[in-house]
């Protein structure tokens, strides 16, 4: 798919924003439709089918978390990428629990929310199963022989912090939440805190600073980012 072929629905009840986005956007190739609150967006999706939606949280007629509930209780399966407020949090992850593929927080930059509509969208478009070898910088991991090196060195990881980045792997560039690490290495019986240990040993073994950290990236209040490789 390549961006000519590719329609982004913005749901953001500001004019300026969504002129920003349209204007941003449309440079990039993509055919840009736009709506104000969740009525417009609901009929525009039926209408105009688009392959992704930049979705705002506060909208006037419905609370966009109740707008992305509704169209993945109805199975809409395309990708949304979520905007909002750098203090909304708590915000921002009840919107990933609910099936949002990403976020951006306001005020953003738009090379970084092209980015996050790329990765959204290839993620989408990815068929079923995974890429043997994930490579990003010199981190490499091997999904079926089990075998991390950095730089060609092996890297002997527990089974524990190697769950966590085989995880991040096969979701590269995209957030996932404390909860949804914790449910998929512990089945959720464990507190945060644990994964803060864990992801801080597993960087002392992979990263060159591991208190600046270049591949497991800390998204603040939300959970971790794999950097994707290229």
Do not use: C
Not at 85 to 112: C, H, Q, W
């Amino acid at each position: 798919m390549t961006n000519t072929a590719v329609r982004v629905l913005i749901v953001d009840d500001e004019p300026p924003i969504r002129k920003l986005l349209r204007v941003g956007l449309s440079t990039q190739g993509y055919a840009v439709s736009e709506a104000m609150n969740a009525k417009v967006a609901i009929d525009l999706v039926k209408s105009e089918k688009p392959d992704l939606i930049i979705l705002d949280l506060g909208l006037p007629d419905m609370p966009g978390h109740d707008l992305l509930a509704r169209w993945r209780g109805e199975g809409l399966d395309l990708p949304i990428v979520i905007l909002s407020s750098r203090t909304d949090e708590a915000g921002i992850v009840k919107a990933l629990e609910l099936g949002a593929d990403d976020y951006v927080a306001k005020p953003f930059g738009m090379n970084e929310l092209v980015a996050r509509i790329r990765v959204a969208l290839r993620h989408r478009m990815q068929t079923q199963g995974e890429k043997p070898v994930f490579q990003t910088g010199e981190l490499s991991v091997d999904l079926v022989k089990r075998i991390v090196k950095v730089a060609d060195k092996e890297i002997k990881l527990s089974p524990k912090e190697y769950d966590i980045l085989r995880i991040l792997v096969q979701h590269a560039g995209k957030v996932l939440t404390h909860r949804f690490l914790l449910e998929h290495v512990w089945d959720g019986l464990t507190d945060v805190q644990y994964l803060r240990v864990y992801v801080r040993q597993l960087r002392q073994k992979i990263e060159k600073a591991p208190d600046q950290p270049q591949y497991i990236l800390t998204e603040t209040g939300v959970g971790y980012r794999l950097h994707e490789g290229q």
